[in-house]
Each structure stands twice: as structure tokens, then as C-alpha cells.
């Protein structure tokens, strides 16, 4: 099937976050079921009308099934995808033909996950993936995973470009001044270049202000028919492309450590979608680490392979900048409860909607999200439009 007929034919109807940040007492199951409840309704359906499920976890590879028992649900269509952060973003495609083809009516896509203050948090979660996910021409040297193969790509990027710490700075600087703006961010304090530079160093060329947070939190939205989608109560957002791609599992296997599959999953999106980078309004990328979205806008085409740096320096994907990144703070300020992707999307859905409050960007009719799973592994990414930008 040519992808392109498949442009704009389902929205997302509904969308909620629950817990984002620190919330003990909740398992992973808890917080999901309480962003899921929350979408549904946000759709102006009632649970009993999800016929399709989609929903990943770092925890269980069978973890649709506890999730299918404990909403209720019984779906027609099951997807339980695991490729990491992207995973959320990589289930609209399919989910979209199953749609088209009839068989289901509407798909709820839902995460969560208590890493912060659950008993077991991402230490054991990490040590358990040794076992379960194991990475054979990296395990035996025992690296300080992720933070160190991200730092392998970000020095590569400063040798072959001369990008600088203050540059990849600038992208926690830009991330914290959006943050700031949102309530739901779990870190709001001020934070300036030199905080970043002057604090403690975790991986170089990374310290601990380069790196994603480590939270609570669940996010789930709805995808429905386009023809459905009209009906319910919020204003659809429509889904013009989606792509996914996958090069590699661990970053040793990367044929250029500052090349990503994004240039893949991008060129495919911006193909169905029949949209350009510069067509686009908002912008919401996995940033686990500062690097990350210097490489992603540069893959994705807002720039020039090797001139991400200069790109995000002075403020410019910060507020009042040429191109809002990351607006709810992302996964550096905002939230990141071991997989952010399905919080790009959903940042997404609201500044299209409207609904982002003192962070709203005025006149938003696009966006893009992206999601990154492993250590730059699987790439996944969506474009996203309202009526108007059709």
C-alpha cells in the first residue's frame, strides 16, 4: 500500500498524561490505567469502545496482555511493538491500517511507568536488561549505558564539526526555558549556560545537565478515523505521515556515530506527509541526552549535517525563538519516565489543539514529533496537522 493514501485518514481524538514526575505509591500498571481512563474520556468515548490497543514497557515483553486484563479491554487489534522511546510513535502506522482496513473502530496507545519511586527503579531495570537485552560487542567492556554511547556520538560531532559543550548547552538552556512555562514540568529552576558547563560531569563530553531526568509518569491518546474523529468532542489532529527505521541495536554497530535512522524515518514522513521541514510549526524531539536534538534536527532536515550546533544556539529553539523545540520542557526538563516518546506526541496534539497554555506557540497548524529508542537505534517519526494545514 502506498503510504501517501493513507495521509490524514485518522486523528488523534484524545490525549492525557498522569503522574509526570514524582508519584510514589502507583506501579506502572496504576499510572498507566490512569492516563488511559483519562484519554478515553478526553476522546468522548467510554472505555468499552476501545477495540485496539497498542503499549510497550521496558519491564515485560508480554505486557499488552496484563494491560488488556486490568483495563477491561478486548481489543480486535493488539500491538505490543517494543522498540524502546519510539515505540508509541512507531504504533500510529500500523494502527492506522488496521483502521482503514476495519478491524477496529478506535485504538487507545498508552504508557507508564513508576521508575522513580518504584521498588524496582532504573538501576534494576538496567541490571535486569543486561540479562534480557544483551548487547554482545559492548556488554563484555561494561559501559556506563546509555549515557556513555551518547557521549561516544556527541564527541565524534564536536571532532568531525567542532560543535561545542557550550552549544550542546545551550539545547538544556533552551529545554528549561520551555519547561518554566508548563506546570506539569518536573524541573522549573532557572538554568544558564554556565550551570550546565559547571556541573558534574557524568560521561564526557555529557554532565548530569546534558542528560534526561529520571521520573514517574503515563501518557496515553486515542487514534480513530478521520470520518469518526469529526464527531467527537475535541478538535481532531490529524496524522500525515509516520515513519519508522532501525540501523542498528547498540552504537558500536553505527555505521557514523553522528548519522542517525532519523534520516530515514524523516525523509519517508515528510514524503507522505508532502510537507518540508520548513512547512513545520512545532517541534518535538527525544532529547534523553543534548546531543540529541542536534543530531535529529540535522537529520530530520531543519539544518545541515553538521551545523546543528550553531542551529540551536542563542535562544534560537528556546521561547521567542525562529523555531520552538521541545515546548513542554521534553525529556531533559519536563518528564522522562524511561520512554518520553509518547510525551513528544502528545506536547504535540496540545499545541495544535491550543491547549498549552503560557507555552502555546501562536498560529501552531504543524508539527512534528519524533522518537528515539535504544542508544540511538530505532528512529520513529510523525508529522502532525490541524483541519487547516490539510
Given amino acids: 500500500m502506498n503510504t501517501r493514501t493513507l495521509r490524514g485518514s485518522c ?35 467510554q472505555m468499552t469502545d476501545i477495540d485496539g490497543l497498542c503499549t510497550a514497557s521496558v519491564s515485560s515483553p508480554m505486557w499488552a496482555m496484563p494491560v488488556i486484563e486490568y483495563l477491561g479491554l478486548n481489543p480486535r487489534y ?22 482503514e482496513a476495519g478491524r477496529c473502530r478506535h485504538v487507545l496507545v498508552c504508557y507508564g511507568s513508576a521508575q522513580r519511586s518504584g521498588t524496582f527503579g532504573r538501576s534494576a531495570s538496567a541490571g535486569a536488561r543486561r540479562l534480557l537485552d544483551p548487547q554482545p560487542y559492548e556488554h563484555p567492556y561494561e559501559p556506563m549505558l546509555p549515557p556513555s554511547a551518547y557521549a561516544l556520538a556527541a564527541s565524534r560531532h564536536m571532532y568531525e564539526f567542532g560543535t561545542t559543550r557550550a552549544q550542546m548547552a545551550d539545547v538544556a538552556v533552551a529545554a528549561r526555558a520551555w519547561a518554566r512555562l508548563n506546570p506539569e514540568a518536573f ?50 489532529v490529524y496524522v500525515l ?13 553505527m555505521h557514523d556515530l553522528t548519522v542517525t535512522a532519523a534520516q530515514q524515518s524523516g525523509a519517508d514522513t515528510f514524503a507522505m506527509a508532502g510537507f518540508t521541514p520548513r512547512d513545520i510549526d512545532v517541534v518535538q524531539l527525544y532529547d ?52 518520553y516518546g509518547i510525551f ?30 535504544g542508544t540511538l537505534s530505532s528512529q520513529s517519526t510523525a508529522i502532525l496537522a490541524t483541519a487547516d494545514a490539510l
Fill in 78 to 99: 493488539i500491538d505490543g511493538t517494543m522498540l524502546g522511546g519510539s515505540s508509541f510513535i512507531a504504533h500510529l502506522l500500523p494502527a492506522i491500517q488496521a483502521l
Fill in 187 to 236: 524541573v522549573r529552576d532557572p538554568l544558564t549556560r554556565d550551570d550546565v558547563l559547571r556541573s558534574r560531569m557524568v560521561s564526557d563530553p555529557l554532565s548530569v545537565r546534558d542528560c534526561c531526568l529520571v521520573t514517574d509518569g503515563a501518557g496515553a491518546f486515542v487514534l480513530t478515523r478521520a470520518d469518526r474523529a469529526r464527531d467527537l468532542p475535541n478538535r481532531p
Fill in 11 to 45: 486523528a488523534i481524538a484524545g490525549v492525557a498524561t498522569f503522574g509526570c514526575g514524582e508519584t510514589p505509591g502507583f506501579t506502572d500498571l496504576e499510572l498507566l490505567a490512569h492516563a488511559a481512563h483519562a484519554a478515553v474520556v478526553d476522546a468522548g468515548l
Fill in 288 to 339: 534523553a541526552f543534548t546531543i540529541n536534538t542536534i543530531l535529529f534536527l540535522e537529520d530530520l532536515g531543519f539544518c545541515a549535517k553538521g551545523e546543528g550546533g550553531a542551529f540551536v544556539s542563542d535562544g534560537r529553539i528556546a521561547p521567542g525563538g525562529a523555531l520552538p523545540v521541545n515546548t513542554n520542557g521534553g525529556g531533559l526538563s519536563c518528564v522522562h519516565p524511561g520512554m
Fill in 241 to 253: 505521515g509516520n515513519s519508522t527505521a532501525v540501523w542498528n541495536r547498540q552504537i558500536s554497530s
Fill in 344 to 373: 513528544a506526541l502528545i506536547e504535540a496534539v496540545r499545541q495544535l489543539r491550543g491547549e498549552a497554555g503560557e507555552r502555546q506557540v501562536p498560529g501552531a497548524l504543524t508539527a512534528l514529533a519524533h522518537g528515539n529508542g
